[in-house]
């Protein structure tokens, strides 16, 4: 009985986040109040203050859903892979965080983070987003690094770093505004194949 309640309360919470992801996409996080997206879920506004303590953490919560930490991402990729030839852990697990981008759910959080949600309380997208950048830029520092370390980087650690970064964020952004003009998954891998050949020692 136990097992089933804590399964049901764990089912109610998602529901209460698939709700507010629905009307941040819809309406703007601003706009959209507690009650609002309790009653987007059928239930209570007392049901969204047992799961959660506000907005922000309800934000939150939707964040973490698809959040996926660039060490992550190489971490899913074979460990002697991204030991013994770095330039390729970072393609690898820069073509899977792009094709997680194409799901759904990490297309409209995404879209909510960036277009959708204005500074206010204890949310502050720029603050969010700077995370996220600097979180991806210290990872690929570290594989660059060790790239060049290895003698197969053809410039410094930080100017490659620099150049796959503002590459992966232009991308991104781009994307972003007219996700259904062309697929970030194909376009992207295409571009960090490129300039990796071309950083790349022959």
Same mark, same amino acid.
Request: with cysteine; proline share 3%.
């Given at each position: 009985?136990?097992?089933?309640?804590?399964?049901?309360?764990?089912?109610?919470?998602? !529901? #209460?986040?698939?709700?507010?992801?629905?009307? *941040?996409?819809?309406?703007?996080?601003?706009?959209?109040?507690?009650?609002?997206?309790?009653?987007?879920?059928?239930?209570?506004?007392?049901?969204?203050?047992?799961?959660?303590?506000?907005?922000?953490?309800?934000?939150?919560?939707?964040?973490?859903?698809?959040?996926? @930490? *660039?060490?992550?991402?190489?971490?899913?990729?074979?460990?002697?892979?991204?030991?013994?030839?770095?330039?390729?852990?970072?393609?690898?697990?820069?073509?899977?965080?792009?094709?997680?981008?194409?799901?759904?759910?990490?297309?409209?959080?995404?879209?909510?983070?960036?277009?959708?949600?204005?500074?206010?309380?204890?949310?502050?997208?720029?603050?969010?987003?700077?995370?996220?950048?600097?979180?991806?830029?210290?990872?690929?520092?570290?594989? *660059?690094? =060790? !790239?060049?370390?290895?003698?197969?980087?053809? #410039? @410094?650690?930080?100017?490659?770093?620099?150049? =796959?970064?503002?590459?992966?964020?232009?991308?991104?952004?781009?994307?972003?505004?007219?996700?259904?003009?062309?697929?970030?998954?194909?376009?992207?891998?295409?571009?960090?194949?490129? =300039?990796?050949?071309?950083?790349?020692?022959?």
């Amino acid at each position: 009985m136990a097992r089933r309640t804590k399964a049901e309360a764990a089912a109610t919470r998602e !529901a #209460l986040i698939d709700a507010a992801e629905e009307m *941040f996409m819809e309406h703007g996080v601003s706009r959209s109040s507690l009650e609002q997206i309790a009653r987007h879920a059928g239930m209570t506004r007392g049901a969204v203050y047992w799961h959660f303590k506000n907005k922000a953490d309800l934000f939150h919560a939707m964040l973490d859903r698809v959040r996926m @930490p *660039f060490q992550d991402l190489v971490d899913q990729v074979d460990a002697p892979t991204a030991d013994q030839c770095p330039l390729e852990a970072i393609r690898l697990a820069c073509i899977k965080g792009l094709a997680r981008l194409e799901q759904p759910r990490h297309k409209r959080v995404h879209s909510i983070l960036m277009y959708r949600c204005e500074f206010f309380s204890d949310i502050d997208p720029q603050a969010m987003q700077e995370e996220i950048s600097h979180d991806t830029y210290a990872v690929l520092l570290k594989y *660059f690094q =060790l !790239a060049h370390d290895r003698g197969q980087l053809s #410039l @410094p650690a930080e100017a490659a770093t620099d150049l =796959l970064h503002a590459t992966l964020s232009g991308l991104f952004y781009g994307w972003l505004r007219h996700t259904e003009r062309y697929s970030i998954e194909a376009k992207g891998t295409v571009m960090i194949e490129n =300039l990796l050949r071309l950083i790349r020692v022959a």
